[in-house]
């Protein structure tokens, strides 16, 4: 049997909630009362999707932390990630998240529009822009040499 976790920020029980995603579903912790929501280890990747959970935080940890949060699994340390505008409390033991109210989305939407210019997206935009500009240059020279 699981243990019941307390809220970092209000100290009720959490509420299991489970989450559908791509593969077996993902139970996570929410907070009844500020609606927060406690990710264990690899939850938080795997309801973002596929993306590396990195692409979106600094991973600047240390150990002077700036949280005010004690993890509510193991009651470890916590830090501040940032991803851009996104405040995550990270803990540095078991490598859980806690995301305030709304930040869950609005990650999401940064992970969503993170994505799209990802460098290597972009780069593969170049490489097939640099293709088709090849391929109209031979279309071109071979409409040339059947038009002499």
Request: charged share 35%; with cysteine; proline share 3%.
């Amino acid at each position: 049997m699981e243990k019941k976790i307390e809220c970092p920020r209000c100290w009720v029980e959490m509420k299991k909630e489970e989450v559908e995603v791509l593969g077996p579903n993902v139970i996570i912790d929410v907070c009844p009362n500020c609606q927060g929501i406690w990710f264990d280890k690899n939850e938080l990747k795997k309801i973002l999707g596929d993306r590396k959970l990195a692409n979106y935080l600094t991973k600047h940890i240390g150990t002077q932390s700036e949280s005010k949060r004690v993890c509510p699994r193991c009651g470890g340390l916590m830090d501040l990630e940032y991803a851009q505008d996104v405040e995550i409390d990270v803990c540095l033991v078991c490598n859980g998240a806690w995301l305030d109210h709304g930040e869950l989305e609005r990650l999401n939407e940064k992970s969503e529009a993170g994505y799209t210019g990802d460098k290597e997206k972009k780069a593969v935009e170049e490489r097939e822009e640099m293709m088709a500009k090849r391929r109209r240059r031979e279309l071109n020279s071979l409409f040339g040499r059947l038009i002499r």
